[in-house]
Nanobody, 115 residues
Framework: QVQLVESGGGLVQPGGSLRLSCAAS????????MAWYRQAPGNERELVAA???????DYADSVKGRFTISRDNAKNTVYLQMNNLKPEDTAVYYC?????????WGQGTQVTVSS
């Protein structure tokens, strides 16, 4: 079973940037579809971006053009580059790994966008 650890969250002003990282261990990272989700207080967890085993990305409409997901299979790491951040991007961001019925989650990292 893969284990996931996120890092890179923090407090940033509107218009600023952050890069989240998710380090995987315990399994062959390259076989998993990787994704980033987020959950704001009072809201359901939502998909932000996903990347296939081959590196094809997909994004929620709300982040298209601002966020970029990427993966480095040699480093067992997936990234989320977030630019032009908005207050509505404030949430706990979770890393997710999925292969068929096998799924794993990280512990989450807080992103707060505020002036």
């Amino acid at each position: 079973q893969v284990q996931l650890v996120e890092s890179g969250g923090g407090l940033v002003q509107p218009g600023g940037s952050l890069r989240l990282s998710c380090a995987a261990s315990g399994s062959d990272f390259s076989i998993y579809v990787m994704a980033w989700y987020r959950q704001a207080p009072g809201n359901e967890r939502e998909l932000v971006a996903a990347i296939s085993r081959g590196g094809s990305p997909d994004y929620a409409d709300s982040v298209k053009g601002r966020f970029t997901i990427s993966r480095d299979n040699a480093k067992n790491t997936v990234y989320l580059q977030m630019n032009n951040l908005k207050p509505e991007d404030t949430a706990v961001y979770y890393c997710n790994a999925k292969r068929f019925v096998v799924e794993a989650w990280g512990q989450g990292t807080q992103v707060t966008v505020s002036s």
